[in-house]
């Protein structure tokens, strides 16, 4: 009986355990690319444009385009569901055109 009592309280637990990773949602960490647009200075997300053909980043100063991660908003990040503040990464410099 003793036997038992253990096996269904090791059951309950690897369930459970088993039950909780299941449930638990897989976001990916991916990056979404944002032009600064310098009109607004404001950023905008041109993930998946290609550069050259759908914008231009002219000049050698200023950030044309940053990546984020794809949980961030650039313009409201004391709003976005990303914790704190992150900086831009794969910057290329230049003056935003499209």
């Known amino acids: 009986m003793k036997k038992l009592k253990v096996s269904i309280t090791a059951l ?4 459970g355990v088993g039950t909780a990773f ?7 960490f991916t990056n979404k690319t ?15 444009q290609v550069r050259g053909v759908d914008y231009n980043c002219t000049g050698a ?21 990303h914790p704190g503040t992150v900086q831009g990464t794969n910057i290329q410099t230049g003056v935003f055109s499209n």
Do not use: E, K
Request: net charge negative; hydrophobic share 35%.
């Open 12 to 15: 309950a637990l690897v369930l």
């Open 61 to 81: 100063s200023g950030t044309c385009t940053a990546d984020f991660p794809s949980d961030v908003n650039p313009n409201d990040q004391a709003h976005d569901a």
């Open 22 to 28: 299941a449930t638990t949602a897989y976001r990916p």
């Open 34 to 48: 944002w032009a600064l647009n310098p009109s607004t200075g404001l950023y905008m997300d041109i993930t998946g």
